[in-house]
């Protein structure tokens, strides 16, 4: 099989006159051209027999877009609801290219390069968990930062976590043969793989506010041991002092030697305090 100039249309769903004349040319369902209109959609396939709709979904530049795709036997209309983080149109984004065997070839062009994009995302991501991981052990960290990645992932994961299902939908669909049929396989199998990747994330996430919220715990224990040490140290200084002033009028402290033994046994007192506390290994860390 030959290749062949396969075309590829893209009108930002914000467009509402150019995409209402292009959904009358094509004849495009109503359901489809709603489902176009609107954001927040779910990553799904819809057979309407003539065409096909497409939702999918990439992960660019820290922020989660939507675009949908309009399936026809020679052309694929792409519909996104904003133009893409770099360039000027998603095709030059995504590097599509309209000489291809059909429009399926054309389809998987487009979105295994939305994939790559995504998995590169995702990786970054996980570099940001490693440096707050390495960052807490130093120095001392806000959690706002874990926090706000998690809510980022959960993001990520309502949106992209369900592409694999999609795309096995997509291998059913189109029943492709020859080179087609591994590499909607492979697509399949990057999809699996974020999906994968973004659930270990989110567990290493936890693990990490765990982590950092026993950290903090050991940190405060510290500090309190600290506080407990010199309170002991201070239990036998506050214990004489207290008898001192009570027997004032019985013991004389114009004598030399009284004066003496009293410091001596204060003394003794603190020494064996701490010798006991070090003995026991309070005194460290």
Not at 133 to 156: A, D, R
Not at 210 to 239: C, D, H, M, Y
């Amino acid at each position: 099989m030959g290749f062949s100039v396969v075309s590829w249309t893209e009108v930002l769903s914000t467009n509402s006159a150019v995409l209402m004349d292009l959904a009358r040319e094509l004849e495009v369902h109503p359901l489809a051209l709603e489902d176009c209109q609107h954001r927040d959609q779910r990553p799904k396939l819809d057979d309407y027999e003539t065409h096909q709709l497409l939702v999918w979904f990439i992960l660019a530049k820290g922020r989660v877009y939507e675009l949908q795709f309009l399936i026809f036997k020679d052309r694929l209309v792409a519909v996104p609801h904003e133009p893409p983080p770099e360039g000027a149109t998603w095709g030059e984004y995504l590097k599509v290219t309209n000489f291809q065997k059909d429009v399926w070839h054309l389809l998987y062009n487009a979105l295994d390069r939305a994939t790559d994009i995504t998995w590169q995302e995702i990786r970054a991501l996980f570099g940001e968990i490693d440096d707050f991981e390495e960052e807490m052990f130093k120095t001392e960290v806000s959690p706002q930062t874990l926090l706000l990645l998690k809510k980022q992932l959960n993001q990520i994961d309502y949106s992209i976590g369900h592409l694999s299902s999609v795309s096995k939908q997509l291998q059913n669909l189109c029943n492709p043969s020859g080179d087609l049929a591994w590499k909607l396989r492979d697509l399949y199998d990057h999809c699996e793989r974020t999906y994968r990747t973004l659930a270990l994330y989110r567990s290493q996430i936890a693990t990490t506010i765990e982590l950092f919220w026993g950290l903090q715990a050991n940190r405060t224990n510290r500090q309190i041991k600290k506080l407990s040490l010199l309170a002991g140290i201070s239990v036998p200084l506050t214990f004489w002092a207290s008898f001192w002033g009570m027997n004032f009028e019985f013991i004389r402290f114009d004598s030399t030697t009284l004066f003496v033994t009293a410091m001596g046994i204060m003394v003794t007192s603190v020494v064996v305090t701490f010798w006991l506390l070090v003995r026991k290994g309070y005194w460290t860390d």
